[in-house]
């Protein structure tokens, strides 16, 4: 063994099939030293991982790319919070708890020192003890109720939202019947969720799946091109006038694909229970991807592995067709 691979073996240091340095790497090293100082700057996370791999040339791109992935990632499970300080942002462990769903495994989350777990998410088996005290919660109180029930409260929407996510949407139309007029000059530039079907598509170039061009009335999820960026919006179109209202975040514009495709009688998940995969058919709200992430796996980019309970805790949050 070299001196290269000594210290690879002795930090645990390994590549993804790229070759570069691989994402559970990376996403480990930043929360062993966020657990362990209490509180890390985001240049103090840079210039450690900088130093650590500089024997293994890794390119500063790279490398920052895989960190801003690893960060979000730690982010969204609930590991970390983020601060903003007079030096720039920095990072902190959240309390340590450990999330039950009935399922037979639960995770582990914040500052929970355990240094044999090294995945993206730490789950153990139910039955398996830790030397530590930490505190249990049920998933579905870490996740809080439905996201965009809080959405619909801060919109003026309702005082007590109820039902699914139709709600949200219904709301937002009203917003969009009374919003800024909308030229529909340039029809190449918009693209809106109209069709129908499991595959969502993309509204980049040429519109697929659900996506289509404008071609009649309605209200609906839309994308516009402005310059090099997308807008997501709500557009109203009634003959050749429209109006629409751009929601404050993307994620308030999923939770309105979510309620849109369940007016319309279809589903927003699949899940096959031989294979105990669940399939995203509308973009995941945050709020669904991080229940994923904490009880599953990955399979894709809106594909994962649950457990039938985890299923359930999810499919409450997104909802069914009426």
Request: overall charge negative; charged content about 25%.
């Amino acid at each position: 063994m070299n001196a290269l691979d000594a210290w690879a073996e002795a930090i645990e240091f390994k590549r993804d099939e790229d070759g570069r340095p691989s994402l559970d790497t990376v996403l480990n090293h930043i929360r062993g030293a966020i657990i362990e100082a209490g509180f890390v700057s985001r240049g103090r996370i840079t210039s450690g991982l900088k130093e650590s791999y500089r024997p293994f040339a890794v390119d500063d791109t790279v490398l920052r790319e895989i960190t801003e992935e690893a960060l979000r990632i730690l982010l969204l499970s609930g590991d970390i919070d983020q601060f903003t300080t007079s030096l720039g942002r920095g990072y902190a462990a959240t309390p340590p708890r450990r999330i039950g769903w009935r399922g037979d495994k639960t995770a582990l989350l914040g500052a929970v020192s355990d240094g044999r777990l090294k995945t993206i998410v730490r789950q153990i088996p139910v039955s398996e003890a830790l030397s530590d005290a930490v505190a249990s919660v049920d998933l579905a109180d870490e996740l809080g109720w439905a996201e965009w029930r809080s959405i619909l409260l801060e919109l003026g929407g309702a005082d007590s939202p109820s039902g699914n996510a139709t709600g949200l949407f219904a709301h937002a139309r009203s917003c969009a019947i009374g919003g800024d007029r909308f030229s529909l000059d340039e029809p190449d530039k918009i693209a809106v969720v109209s069709g129908r079907g499991e595959f969502f598509g993309k509204a980049e170039d040429a519109p697929s799946g659900r996506w289509q061009r404008v071609t009649g009335d309605g209200c609906f999820p839309a994308a516009v091109r402005a310059g090099y960026a997308m807008r997501g919006v709500l557009l109203h179109i009634s003959g050749t006038e429209a109006t629409a209202w751009q929601p404050p975040t993307w994620d308030i514009w999923r939770w309105l694909v979510v309620g849109h495709t369940l007016e319309q009688g279809d589903p927003v998940l699949r899940y096959d229970r031989v294979s105990s995969t669940l399939d995203f058919l509308t973009p995941p709200p945050r709020q669904a991807e991080r229940a994923a992430l904490i009880t599953g796996a990955q399979r894709s980019a809106w594909s994962w592995t649950v457990d039938e309970d985890a299923y359930a805790v999810i499919a409450g949050l997104m909802g069914v067709p009426r």
